[in-house]
Structure formats: C-alpha cells, structure tokens
C-alpha cells in the first residue's frame, strides 16, 4: 500500500513577532526549511489555510508569501492539488538570501564564495579595464578614505569600489553576480564598518583597498588577484572577530 503524499504540516515556524513585511518573512522560514532539507524536492506544503494558522497571519498574507517563493523557483503550485517544493529547487535562479548569513556555517561559505569570485574579477579588470574604468575606481577609492569614521557612508563607498571592480571587468555576468553579492552583504559590511569606526582596522582596510586600486590601474592581473584575495580573506577574520565580541 502507498504512503499518502508528504505533507510538512506537522512543522513548526518561528513566531513572526509582527515584522515589518509578513510575506516576505513567511517566504525566508519557508525558504530556508527548504534549503536546509526539512521540506524535500516533491514535497507538498501546508494549504494556505494550515499556513494561515500556523503564522497568525490572513490568508492574502500567505498566498503573498508564496508568489515570492514561486517568483524565485523554490515552490510550484499544482491548480486544485497545492504548492509543492520545486524538484528542481536551487538550480533555476541563483540566489543568496541575506538570513544565509546569520548562520555560521552557511555565512562561512558565503563569504568563501565571494573571495574566490571577487578574487578573479580583480585580475580580470587588471587585464580589461578602460582609463576610463580606472578613473572611475579612483574617484571610488577617494569617496572611501573621505568617509572616514562615517561607518555607513564608508560601508556604501567601500561596496561602490567592489562594484567598480566589477564594472572593469567588462564582463555582464562579473556585474550581475556582484550586484547581487552586493545586496545581500551590505548589511554585514555596516556591521563592520560600525564596529571599526575609530579603530585600526578602518586604516588596515584602505591600505587594503588602495593595493587592489594600484594592481588594477597597473594591469597586473596577478598582483591584483591577490591583493583582492588578502583583502577579503583578512575582511572575513575581521567579522569573526566582530561576531566572537558579541558572544557573551
């Protein structure tokens, strides 16, 4: 005899502790259950009504929340049947939720991730980059050692100037990859920048970001790709010593 559909309704959410968009945190506690392996490729989820319950939310909020996980090919929905984890989830829109760094491990390979990534755009944009991309980088560079102690305004420069880097590129795909690395690691780059207003570490940074400038401008693909690789390798020792000094 078959065994009736999995279903996930026996499992328990977070209270959502009325955030400021209810459907788009359903969709992140669906999403990472999914990730995780807890809702399986095939599975079917709670009804709108069970899922309504579950979060205390209107059903409208749900069917919301679910658009979005349809949106970003996580979920397809069967008219009449119900909305099933997609068989083919994680292969048909790359995507790094911002939540994804909130989680050791999952943080840890992120942050590898864009090393590896960013490492090779900067050895890239040695070898394509345009005088007028180099100037660009320069002004970038120069909005960054203005900022200063101005944690957030440092933060937003210092994205601008991995973004330039991008740009130089020359390379589409360089540019949509980090746009999107740019997005979900902005807030933990404000982190950063607040936690070392005033410190060394804002000084160490520039240095840092002034030999990727000088690398680039140069066209040495090699001394760039490793002035980018030390910087970013040297940035995640820097969130670990930020996250262990939040640790009580």
Do not use: C
Not at 24 to 46: C, H, M, N, T, Y
Not at 55 to 83: C, H, M, P, W
Not at 105 to 119: A, C, D, Q, T, Y
Not at 202 to 218: G, P, Q, S, T
């Amino acid at each position: 005899m078959m065994n009736a559909p999995s279903t996930a309704a026996d499992q328990v959410f977070s209270s959502l502790g009325r955030p400021d968009n209810l459907p788009d945190e359903i969709a992140a506690q669906i999403r990472r259950k999914i990730v995780s392996g807890e809702f399986e490729p095939g599975q079917r989820l709670p009804t709108e009504f069970e899922l309504a319950q579950m979060f205390a939310v209107s059903r409208n909020v749900v069917r919301e929340a679910i658009a979005r996980l349809k949106l970003s090919g996580y979920v397809d929905t069967r008219r009449g049947v119900g909305t099933f984890v997609a068989l083919d989830v994680g292969t048909r829109n790359f995507e790094i939720a911002p939540e994804d760094l909130l989680q050791p491990e999952p943080l840890v390979h992120i942050f590898w991730l864009r090393v590896e990534l960013e490492s090779g755009a900067a050895a890239q944009a040695a070898l394509h980059r345009t005088p007028e991309q180099v100037d660009t980088l320069r002004q970038a560079l120069l909005r960054v050692d203005a900022a200063g102690n101005d944690w957030e305004a440092g933060a937003d420069h210092a994205l601008d100037f991995h973004m330039a880097v991008g740009e130089a590129t020359n390379n589409p795909y360089f540019v949509r990859l980090l746009a999107h690395l740019r997005h979900v690691f902005r807030s933990a780059v404000r982190t950063l920048r607040y936690t070392s207003a005033g410190t060394e570490r804002v000084a160490e940074i520039e240095r840092e970001h002034h030999l990727i400038f000088d690398a680039i401008a140069a066209g040495d693909s090699d001394a760039a790709r490793l002035a980018m690789r030390t910087h970013l390798t040297n940035g995640i020792q820097r969130h670990q010593t930020v996250i262990q000094g939040k640790q009580p």
